[in-house]
């Protein structure tokens, strides 16, 4: 009785430490910055993850990805609700203070993800 108890806890455990794969981050980020008030002046591309632990109830990767400006700062200017919308873009626009349309820039940061009722989600 005692192996059947056993047996059972296998499909639980498994639920606890359960870890995204790859396509869910890849997915998860781009939901992100496509949701970000920033998709009004950048995309993001070519996302890979380099490595991850699991910390908890959060995955921590450290991932890869390119940032490629749509519009030219000159045709706006960078309000509190870009500096606030993740994704470092506060940082990013100090950084490049004159970005026009077109330009890229190949980032890699550290990125946390929370289990949601609705999957993995990056943490705001």
């Not at 499909?11 to 870890?19: F, K, Q, R």
């Not at 109830?57 to 960078?78: G, L």
């Amino acid at each position: 009785m005692n192996k059947n108890i056993s047996i059972a806890m296998i499909p639980l455990l498994a639920g606890c430490t359960e870890i995204p794969n790859d396509m869910t981050l890849e997915q998860a980020f781009y939901s992100a910055a496509q949701s970000s008030k920033a998709s009004k002046i950048l995309t993001v591309d070519n996302f890979a993850k380099v490595s991850g632990y699991k910390k908890q109830d959060q995955y921590i990767a450290e991932v890869s990805y390119d940032i490629r400006f749509i519009s030219s700062q000159q045709n706006h200017t960078i309000g509190k609700d870009v500096r606030a919308s993740g994704l470092g873009l506060y940082v990013l626009s100090v950084e490049y203070e004159q970005y026009k349309a077109g330009d890229i820039s190949s980032n890699q940061q550290q990125v946390i993800f929370i289990k949601t009722h609705a999957g993995w989600k990056v943490k705001a």
